[in-house]
Structure formats: structure tokens, C-alpha cells
């Protein structure tokens, strides 16, 4: 009940301030009450172009996502596990990896032929570097003495990579798939603004160009919610494939 409390008092206070037109150092009289959002919300979710567009970026979010899952655990791996691979690799990631992904928007409507595929491509990206780097610290963290004590008993390359590497990262991977969750959204909203032509992103801005406004506080609560419901699949995901580990409390 005392998680709910801050968000009633956060709503009462919205409220308050704009059905009362309060103009303090920041204006409230321009902004909905939660009363039209509420309203506007309610007209939305009966019809069927609100669960469109929800479906648009929840599948750009996820196929964006598990690729950049893929690759970047994988990429995490080799650059740290093998000398050459990161001699050659590496110069090139750190290259790239300081330029933010919603930067990359004009290449991506230059080199894929669709808008849909370019979308995708800006989320992976945005997914890719947070995974990779958690990925590199969490396997050049391992103790090296798990390695050895596997190697002694006739372990090889692949029961180390298997039995050590993959269990023991994985706490610090699941911290970068976190981050890059977080950072999908942020992107993907913002490219489906600049080049979509549906979802919840390109929905919001387009309530914002006819002065929508009740609409846009509809699509930036939609994005809140969906953020927060990915990113805890993903943290109850973790937690599940990490439960050898010590809880504080021993919670799991």
C-alpha cells in the first residue's frame, strides 16, 4: 500500500495544481488535468489504433532487444576471452560505441530499404554497448581461480567457457541487459518521432503537432508503463538465473 502512497500524492498534487490554473515560477494552466487524461485515456484504450501502436513498438522493442542480446553477450565474450578477436575488434567498438544511437537515424533510413527495419537496427544499437561492456567487465571480473581448479580436474576450452564464464557473468550481464533495456526505449521512441509512421512514439508526437496535449500525457504515461513492465521481465529474469546467489536477507 506505501508504494502507491507517492504516486496518489504525486496525482493529487497534478491535479491541485492544474484544475486551479497555479502559476508559480512554472506554468500549471497550460497543462491537462488528470481528469482530461483520464478521459483521453479512456477513449483511446476503446479503440483499436491504441493497441496498434502498442504492438508496433513492443515487437521494434524486442526484436531489437534479443538481437542486441545476442550479439552483445557474445561480443562480450570473444573480445575479452580471445586476444586477437579484441585486438581486432575492439579499436572499431570503442570507436562507435560513444555515438548515441538516435544519432545513427539518417544512416539507418539511408541503408535499410524500410523505416521498420531502420526503427529496429537504432533499438539493437542502443541495447548493443550496455550489454557489451557490462558483458567484458563481468568476464575479465571472474577469478581466475575457478579456471584453474576446472582445468586441474581435465576441464577444457569449452567446459570453461560452459561451466565458469557463463554462470559466473551472469550477474553483470543481466546488470548491462537492465541498462539496455532502459536505453531501447529511450531510442526507439525517439526514432519512432523522427521516421515511424505508427507506434507509441510517432502516436505521441503526433498528438503534440495538433496541440493534443492530453493525448501526449497518454503517450508518455504508455512508454512509462511499458518501460516499467519490460524492465521488470527482464530484472525477474535475472533474479531467476542467479538464485545461487546469497540474498541480503536471504531473499530471492
Given at each position: 500500500m506505501r508504494r502507491f502512497l507517492s504516486l496518489a500524492v504525486a496525482l493529487g498534487l497534478w491535479q491541485y495544481l492544474t484544475?486551479?490554473?497555479?502559476?508559480?515560477?512554472?506554468?500549471?494552466?497550460?497543462?491537462?488535468?488528470?481528469?482530461?487524461?483520464?478521459?483521453?485515456?479512456?477513449?483511446?484504450?476503446?479503440?483499436?489504433t491504441y493497441y496498434d501502436d502498442l504492438e508496433a513498438s513492443l515487437t521494434r522493442i524486442l526484436s531489437g532487444f534479443v538481437l542486441a542480446a545476442f550479439a552483445g553477450i557474445g561480443a562480450g565474450i570473444l573480445v575479452t576471452r580471445s586476444r586477437i578477436a579484441g585486438d581486432l575488434l575492439q579499436p572499431l567498438l570503442e570507436v562507435v560505441r560513444p555515438i548515441p544511437a538516435i544519432a545513427m537515424v539518417p544512416i539507418a533510413i539511408l541503408v535499410f530499404p524500410t523505416d521498420e527495419q531502420g526503427i529496429t537496427f537504432i533499438t539493437f544499437l542502443a541495447a548493443f554497448f550496455p550489454i557489451l561492456v557490462s558483458t567484458r567487465h563481468a568476464v575479465r571480473?571472474?577469478?581466475?581461480?575457478?579456471?584453474?581448479?576446472?582445468?586441474?580436474?581435465?576441464?577444457?576450452?569449452?567446459?570453461?567457457?560452459?561451466?565458469v564464464v557463463l554462470p559466473?557473468?551472469?550477474?553483470?550481464?543481466?546488470?548491462?541487459?537492465?541498462?539496455?533495456?532502459?536505453?531501447?526505449?529511450?531510442?526507439?521512441i525517439s526514432?519512432?518521432?523522427?521516421?515511424?509512421?505508427?507506434?507509441?512514439?510517432?502516436?505521441?508526437?503526433?498528438?503534440?503537432?495538433?496541440?493534443?496535449?492530453?493525448?501526449?500525457?497518454?503517450?508518455?504515461?504508455?512508454?512509462?508503463?511499458?518501460?516499467?513492465?519490460?524492465?521488470?521481465?527482464?530484472?525477474?529474469?535475472?533474479?531467476?538465473?542467479?538464485?545461487?546467489?546469497?540474498?541480503?536477507?536471504?531473499?530471492?
Open positions: 484544475a486551479n490554473d497555479i502559476t508559480w515560477w512554472v506554468r500549471f494552466d497550460r497543462l491537462p488535468t488528470v481528469t482530461e487524461v483520464a478521459r483521453e485515456f479512456g477513449d483511446q484504450l476503446g479503440g483499436s571480473a571472474l577469478p581466475t581461480l575457478w579456471e584453474d581448479a576446472l582445468r586441474t580436474m581435465g576441464g577444457r576450452r569449452r567446459h570453461t567457457l560452459w561451466h559466473g557473468t551472469l550477474p553483470g550481464v543481466f546488470g548491462g541487459l537492465s541498462v539496455g533495456m532502459g536505453v531501447s526505449w529511450i531510442c526507439v526514432a519512432e518521432m523522427i521516421s515511424g509512421q505508427y507506434g507509441v512514439g510517432y502516436r505521441t508526437w503526433q498528438a503534440y503537432t495538433i496541440v493534443d496535449y492530453p493525448g501526449v500525457i497518454v503517450g508518455m504515461i504508455s512508454i512509462g508503463i511499458l518501460g516499467w513492465a519490460t524492465a521488470g521481465l527482464v530484472e525477474l529474469a535475472g533474479r531467476r538465473a542467479t538464485r545461487w546467489l546469497p540474498r541480503e536477507g536471504g531473499a530471492r
